[in-house]
C-alpha cells in the first residue's frame, strides 16, 4: 500500500524508497529496544506491536513530508545541497513539532497510572521519538548519496507535477479548496452532519475485557471458550469471586455465613453459586476442615458462576449487584467482603479510566493547545483544531461500535461474534488520534498561515495553502490507513479494534475534517480566524516552524542583500 501510494506521489522509484527505507531502519531501532527490555521488564503483549503499527505509520509519513519539500526545492532549480538543507530546515521543523505532539499525547497516557497503558504509551512514544530523529538525519544523508539520479527510477506513463508549478494546470487539490470554500456554509453543515450521523452509535457503546470467545474462530483459546460454554454455560468461562477476609471477624464463621446469605440473595443472572460453608447435614470432619481453613488462613471463597459470558452486559450487571449485596456484611460482622473476577475486573479498570480519562484531556489537550497557540498565533485555530480532533473521536468510536458491538460489516475484517468494545480503545484512540490529528493541521494550517502572514486574502490562503499541502496530507493519510488497516485484519482482538479504530479516525480526520470542514470553517471566519490579543502577541515567544525567517535569510543571501541578512 505504502509502495503505490508513494511512487503515484513522486513517480520515482528512489524518491518512493526513502521512506520505506527510513521508517523501516526507525521501527527497527524502536521495536528492538522495547523487545530487548523485556529481558528485564514484563511488558504486555499488545506492547511491541502498537510500537510497530505506529513507528511504521508516522516513519513513513514524517519522511515523506521532508522528501516532498526536498523534490520541490530541486524541482524549483536549487542546488542538491542547499534543497537538502532547506527541506528539513522547513519540512523538518514542522516534523519535529508534530512528533512532539504525537510524543505527549502518547506519554501522556502515564497519567492514567496504569501499568499497560503507561507501558504501551511509553514505548510508542519513545518508537516515535526514534522515526523523527531518523526522518531528520538519514534523509539528508540519503539525498546526499543519491546526488543528481534523486529522480532515479521513473514510473512509465506517471507525469507527476510540482502542485506549487504556476506553470501546469491547477492541480486537484486546487479545485476542491475552491469548491470547499466557495459553498462553504454548506459543506461546513454537511461535514457536521456526517461526522455526527457516524457517532451516533457511541451512545450505546459498552466496554469489557477480551476473552476467548472473541478469538478467531477455529483458534485453540475460541474451540476451548465454546466447548465449555456448550457443555456447561457461557458463564463457566468466567465465574466471578467473592472473597471474604475474616481478619477482622469476632466469629469467623458466622461472617461467610452471612456473606454467603447475601450472595445467595441475588438471583439476576446466577447460575450457581458454589459456598464454602458445609451443608447442615455435612459430615463433622467437613465441618472441623472448614472452621481449621479459616483458622489458618482467614480467608474463605464464594464462586459465583453467571449464565451469561465474561464479557455480556448482563454479567457487569451482576457485579454490581453482588457488590451492593454485601456492602453491609463489614459493618455487621467485622468481615471485610471483596468481588473479583475477570468480568469485576474489567469494571474495575473500566471505572478507573473514567476517572482518569477529563485529566488525561486536561493535560495532553492543555498543551497541545498552548503549543499550536505559539504556532500559529492565534486563539481560534487551536479551538478549531481541538474541535475537529473531537469529531474525528466521535466517528472513529462510533464506527468501532457499529462493527465491533453491533455486528454491521463485521465479516468484511474477520470479526464472526460481536461484542463489547475493548476497555481502554476509547482512551488510546484518544490519545493517538489526537497526536496524528495536529500532524495533518500543522501541515496544512501552517502552509495557510505562511500565505496569510505574506499579505494573501483569508481565503485566497486557505486555498493556496490547501493546494500546496494537500496531494502530501493525502498521501500521508493513505499510507496510514493501509498500516492501520492492515493490523486490523489479523486475528488478535486488541490489536484488530485498534488497527480498525486508528484507519477509520485517519480517515475522518483527513478527509473529512482537516479538508473539508477546517477550509469551509476558515474561509467562513476570513480574517477571524486569525485574531490574536496584542498583548498576547507580544507575550508569546515566535516558534517559527514553517522555516519562514530561514526562507528570509536564505533568500537575502542569493540577492546579495547584507542588511536583510544581518536583520
Do not use: C
Not at 476451548?224 to 469471586?241: E, K, R
Not at 450457581?272 to 463433622?284: C, E, K, L, N
Amino acid at each position: 500500500m505504502a509502495v503505490i501510494v508513494l511512487l503515484i506521489t513522486f513517480g520515482s522509484l528512489l524518491l518512493a524508497g526513502m521512506p520505506l527505507l527510513t521508517a523501516i531502519i526507525g521501527v527497527g531501532i524502536g521495536v528492538t529496544t522495547i523487545t530487548t527490555l523485556t529481558g528485564f521488564i514484563d511488558l504486555g503483549s499488545s506492547t511491541p506491536t502498537l510500537a510497530l503499527m505506529l513507528g511504521l505509520a508516522v516513519g513513513i509519513d514524517y519522511a515523506l513530508f521532508i522528501v516532498s519539500r526536498y523534490n520541490h526545492e530541486v524541482h524549483i532549480g536549487r542546488d542538491r545541497e542547499e534543497a537538502a538543507g532547506r527541506a528539513v530546515g522547513t519540512a523538518g521543523s514542522a516534523v519535529v513539532f508534530a512528533g512532539l505532539t504525537v510524543v505527549i499525547a502518547l506519554a501522556g497516557l502515564s497519567v492514567v497510572n496504569i501499568n499497560f497503558l503507561t507501558q504501551m504509551g511509553l514505548a510508542a512514544a519513545g518508537t516515535v521519538a526514534v522515526a523523527v530523529m531518523i526522518a531528520l538525519s538519514l534523509l539528508p544523508a540519503l539525498f546526499g548519496f543519491a546526488g543528481n539520479k534523486i529522480g532515479w527510477g521513473k514510473v512509465p506513463f506517471m507525469n507527476v507535477r510540482d502542485p506549487e508549478d504556476p506553470t501546469t494546470k491547477a492541480p486537484a487539490g486546487r479545485r476542491w479548496a475552491d469548491m470547499v470554500t466557495k459553498h462553504r456554509i454548506k459543506t461546513l453543515i454537511g461535514g457536521l452532519v456526517v461526522a455526527g450521523v457516524v457517532a451516533i452509535p457511541v451512545a450505546s457503546m459498552q466496554l469489557a475485557l477480551p476473552d476467548d470467545g472473541a478469538a478467531a474462530e477455529g483458534s485453540g483459546p475460541r474451540v476451548a471458550y465454546d466447548l465449555i460454554a456448550d457443555s456447561f454455560g457461557a458463564g463457566t468461562n468466567g465465574p466471578l469471586m467473592v472473597v471474604v477476609d475474616t481478619k477482622g471477624a469476632s466469629d469467623p464463621e458466622a461472617a461467610v455465613s452471612a456473606a454467603v446469605k447475601r450472595v445467595e440473595s441475588v438471583k439476576t443472572d446466577v447460575a450457581t453459586v458454589i459456598s464454602p460453608v458445609p451443608a447442615a447435614d455435612a459430615p463433622a470432619e467437613a465441618v472441623q476442615a472448614f472452621n481449621d481453613q479459616l483458622d489458618q488462613g482467614q480467608y474463605a471463597l464464594i464462586t459465583v458462576i453467571p449464565k451469561s459470558g465474561p464479557s455480556d452486559a448482563d454479567t457487569q450487571t451482576l457485579v454490581d449487584e453482588l457488590r451492593q449485596a454485601v456492602d453491609g456484611v463489614e459493618s455487621d460482622t467485622g468481615a471485610q467482603v471483596l468481588v473479583t473476577g475477570q468480568t469485576a475486573v474489567g469494571v474495575d479498570i473500566s471505572e478507573s479510566l473514567a476517572k482518569a480519562f477529563p485529566k488525561y484531556l486536561l493535560v495532553v489537550v492543555g498543551l497541545a493547545f498552548i503549543l499550536l497557540l505559539i504556532v500559529f498565533r492565534s486563539i481560534l485555530v487551536p479551538l478549531k483544531a481541538v474541535g475537529g480532533f473531537l469529531l474525528s473521536v466521535g466517528v472513529s468510536l462510533g464506527a468501532t461500535v457499529a462493527v465491533f458491538q453491533w455486528g454491521w460489516f463485521a465479516d468484511l475484517i474477520g470479526i464472526d461474534k460481536s461484542g463489547p468494545v475493548l476497555f481502554m480503545l476509547p482512551l488510546l484512540l484518544t490519545g493517538i488520534l489526537f497526536g496524528l490529528a495536529m500532524d495533518y493541521e500543522v501541515f496544512l494550517v501552517s502552509r495557510m498561515r505562511e500565505e496569510f502572514v505574506h499579505g494573501k486574502e483569508a481565503t485566497e490562503s486557505v486555498v493556496l495553502g490547501f493546494q500546496y499541502g494537500a496531494r502530501v496530507v493525502t498521501a500521508a493519510a493513505a499510507i496510514m490507513i493501509g498500516v492501520f488497516g492492515a493490523f486490523a485484519l489479523g486475528d488478535e482482538v486488541v490489536i484488530k479494534s485498534i488497527g480498525f479504530g486508528l484507519a477509520i479516525g485517519v480517515l475522518a480526520d483527513a478527509f473529512l475534517v482537516r479538508m473539508t470542514i477546517v477550509p469551509a470553517f476558515m474561509a467562513l471566519l476570513g480574517n477571524r480566524m486569525w485574531w490574536l490579543p496584542k498583548w498576547l502577541d507580544k507575550a508569546l515567544p515566535n516558534l517559527d516552524i514553517e522555516g519562514e525567517s530561514l526562507t528570509k535569510h536564505l533568500d537575502a543571501e542569493e540577492k546579495g542583500e547584507p542588511e536583510l541578512v544581518k536583520a
